[in-house]
């Protein structure tokens, strides 16, 4: 039998082994909330001024065109940052207190406690986030501070509610100065984180607790 000569004009494309080929120019994917936690714990532990957009992008492990698209720029992922530590554990702590305790003196001497512990924990950066992380900043980074201090002063506020109540509720003398008492709580915590920067450990800050309360409630 004759067999067709013909050849197959068909066209053939060669097969390569490496597939379809990817577009290119894509981000490399990452864990938002993870990179975020990253950031918080560079800034908690450097400070704002000091924790470059290369030493946040080289710790979460991406580029910087990444961390612009995720976060914006420095100062709003610091703000992001400093938003999810207030709802951590290290930032709630001080609010639960307030709202969980009978008596203010009960707050605040579980406030005290608790600080000393979480400022003092070696799994985590020293101190109070909000505390520490602007206490140094160029002209150029003020709003940074002015941002921290504003949290702060509104923590204020919260204490002299609290130790205004105390007072018509007969807890403190109906002389007591809840703005100045507030202050003087204010004073001692911002204190204890700083000592807690400085090397203080539970023991030490414990004791200075101790004294702030005694000096608020004398005999209880």
Excluded at 92 to 102: C, H, N
Excluded at 146 to 173: C, D, K, M, T
């Amino acid at each position: 039998m004759a067999t067709d000569q013909r050849k197959d004009t068909t066209t053939r494309h060669p097969r390569t082994a490496a597939g379809p080929r990817k577009p290119s120019g894509r981000p490399r994917a990452f864990d938002r909330d993870e990179a975020l936690a990253t950031a918080t714990r560079l800034f908690w532990e450097n400070g704002y001024e000091a924790t470059s957009i290369g030493d946040l992008t080289r710790a979460m492990g991406i580029k910087p065109p990444s961390l612009y698209a995720a976060f914006g720029d420095k100062r709003k992922l610091f703000e992001e940052a400093v938003e999810a530590y207030g709802r951590s554990p290290y930032g709630v702590f001080m609010g639960q207190a307030l709202a969980q305790e009978p008596t203010a003196r009960d707050a605040f001497a579980r406030i005290l406690r608790e600080a000393a512990e979480i400022y003092t924990d070696p799994s985590h950066p020293r101190g109070c986030l909000t505390i520490c992380a602007a206490t140094n900043v160029t002209p150029q980074n003020a709003e940074v501070e002015r941002y921290l201090r504003a949290l702060r002063n509104r923590n204020l506020g919260v204490f002299e509610a609290r130790l205004a109540r105390a007072v018509e509720e007969g807890e403190l003398p109906g002389d007591a100065d809840p703005a100045a008492l507030a202050g003087w709580f204010a004073l001692v915590i911002q204190g204890m984180s700083q000592r807690s920067r400085d090397g203080a450990d539970a023991a030490e800050l414990h004791a200075a607790a101790d004294l702030a309360l005694r000096a608020v409630w004398p005999r209880a």
